[in-house]
């Protein structure tokens, strides 16, 4: 399995960016998914997840500026951001996790995992 992160990049305060994962793998709608992120000098931590029936969850720290969604047709998870502030700079990962019924928040739930994908917020 071949995970695929595109949609970085530098953006301003208060703009928004979309991330896209692409799934290379024949059972991407029985996957959880989510994304992680590192900021530098930080632990990797949890940011949104959503399982294989499309329950949702956050980090504190991103609801309801972030909407993380799922496209099994076309095997690729978005991660929506808006409202960005500079504490949002970090590398972005995709992950997924066999077992899809529920969200996972601890990184060592997650069996594959896409490049790191930089996102950057200028103030």
């Known amino acids: 399995v071949q995970l695929q992160a595109s949609g970085g990049g530098l953006v301003q305060a208060g703009g928004s960016l979309r991330l896209s994962c692409a799934v290379f793998?024949?059972?991407?709608?029985?996957?959880?998914m989510g994304w992680l992120r590192q900021a530098p000098g930080k632990e990797r931590e949890f940011v949104a997840g959503i399982s294989r029936s499309g329950d949702t969850y956050y980090a504190d720290s991103v609801k309801g500026r972030f909407t993380i969604s799922r496209d099994n047709a076309k095997n690729t998870v978005y991660l929506q951001m808006n409202s960005l502030n500079p504490e949002d700079t970090a590398l972005y990962y995709c992950?997924?996790?066999?077992?899809?019924?529920?969200?996972?928040?601890?990184?060592?739930?997650?069996?594959?995992w896409g490049q790191g994908i930089l996102v950057t917020v200028s103030s």
């Open positions: 992950a997924a996790a066999r077992s899809g019924w529920y969200v996972y928040v601890k990184r060592s739930t997650y069996d594959y």
């Open positions: 793998g024949r059972t991407f709608s029985t996957y959880g």
